[in-house]
């Protein structure tokens, strides 16, 4: 048999599972020399000690075996004070269940309301992993562009009314966004949660970089306009907040009506997350915040200082990113940004992400990464700006 047919003899959801555009790049670029790497969703620091201090001290302890499936009940309870205090919501444990990453409590939550033949309208841009597990899940992507203009990256819901079918079984926010930085206002929300009410779709909201703004506070949440018997599912992770990408940590939080459902789909699929991993978690729920607040200053000065160096070429279109830790910026003349961002490793050793990747609405734009060292970050601006001067006629 050749390879061909072995592929051909795939499930057909497996066959259409896309290939990463930020993997290419970063794939490409990667173990390069010299090279500032801003293509992929994390920073440079490490995980705090005192997280790994108590993993550690787990892990030499013994607790090896397997776990709750919906996650050691220290860290539920964790996760529910965090919510208490950060959303004022009732701290109620039941409503937490821990994942294997940010993916899998995404991929759980489009599982748990859609399948083969429904839709899930995806938001665009947006991170290409949204419609890539609702596809790999049987499920269809819709790819609804936001619109860009004066005032930023806004959500259309008239596009948005106009893409449901009798099919579409779900809506997915991620506010902040990646990759445009986009926050939602407390309209934007009330307005996608009349539009799934009307039509009687589930929200599975990505909320990961919810503290991750920069007018201070916390973005706002559908936990301020919900209602109980909304049909919203959180997804989030322990990966940027905490620095703790390389954990693959993430959780749920849903009515618990649902838990016994979720744990069944944690049971067939990974069985849980190793119990020692988990006593890292509660160290960072408990005892983190200082640690983010020094993340989202160091994501402050980066920001401006790549806004200050990009700017000065008068080449560049952008919105000024209210949140998360991504700039998504247009170069005037050059849209093609899968062979730009290929491009830019060789001739200015900085690595970034095509727009493509992200689906529609965003071609022509790349993706930033500006969570690591603000004098690292004022480099890389300051070699993408020469590189933009030098760029007077496009050769891709």
């Keep these: 048999m050749t390879s061909s047919s072995l592929f051909a003899a795939l499930a057909e959801p497996a066959r259409r599972a896309p290939k990463s555009g930020i993997v290419e790049v970063f794939n490409y670029g990667r173990g390069r020399e010299g090279l500032i790497p801003l293509w992929v969703g994390e920073g440079d620091l490490p995980t705090p000690g005192f997280i790994a201090e108590a993993a550690s001290a787990a892990l030499g302890g013994g607790e090896t075996f397997y776990t709750w499936q919906a996650g050691v009940p220290e860290l539920r309870a964790a996760l529910a004070r965090y919510h208490a205090r950060l959303y004022g919501v009732s701290e109620d444990h039941t409503r937490f269940y821990v994942t294997v ?232 003349g050059l849209p093609d940004t899968r062979a730009l961002a290929l491009r830019l490793v060789d001739e200015a050793l900085v690595g970034v992400a095509p727009g493509t990747a992200f689906g529609a609405g965003g071609e022509g734009f790349l993706r930033l990464c500006y969570l690591r060292e603000p004098a690292q970050v004022a480099e890389a601006g300051t070699r993408l700006a020469a590189w933009i001067k030098r760029a007077e006629t496009p050769r891709i």
Aim: aromatic fraction near 10%.
């Design 101 to 332: 990453g940010g993916m899998q409590a995404i991929q759980i939550s489009i599982r748990l309301v859609a399948g083969a033949g429904d839709e899930v309208i995806v938001p665009t841009p947006a991170w290409p992993n949204f419609a890539a597990a609702a596809g790999v899940g049987g499920a269809k992507p819709v790819q609804v562009p936001m619109s860009f203009g004066n005032d930023g990256w806004t959500p259309d819901i008239e596009r948005l009314e106009a893409a449901v079918t009798p099919r579409t079984r779900a809506i997915l926010v991620n506010s902040p966004s990646n990759p445009t930085g986009w926050v939602a206002s407390l309209d934007d929300l009330k307005n996608l949660l009349a539009l799934a009410r009307r039509h009687g779709l589930w929200i599975v909201a990505d909320e990961v970089y919810g503290r991750f703004v920069y007018a201070g506070g916390r973005a706002p949440s559908f936990h301020d306009v919900a209602d109980p018997e909304d049909r919203i599912l959180y997804t989030n992770t322990f990966s940027k907040n905490w620095a703790m990408t390389g954990w693959r940590m993430g959780w749920i939080e849903a009515d618990p009506s649902l838990g016994p459902t979720i744990e069944s789909l944690i049971q067939y699929s990974t069985s849980g997350v190793p119990p020692f991993l988990q006593r890292g978690a509660v160290a960072a729920v408990e005892q983190g915040d200082p640690f983010i607040a020094r993340q989202i200053e160091r994501a402050a000065e980066s920001r401006a200082a790549l806004v200050e160096a990009l700017s000065a070429t008068g080449r560049v279109r952008y919105a000024e990113p209210a949140g998360a830790f991504y700039l998504f910026v247009a170069i005037d």
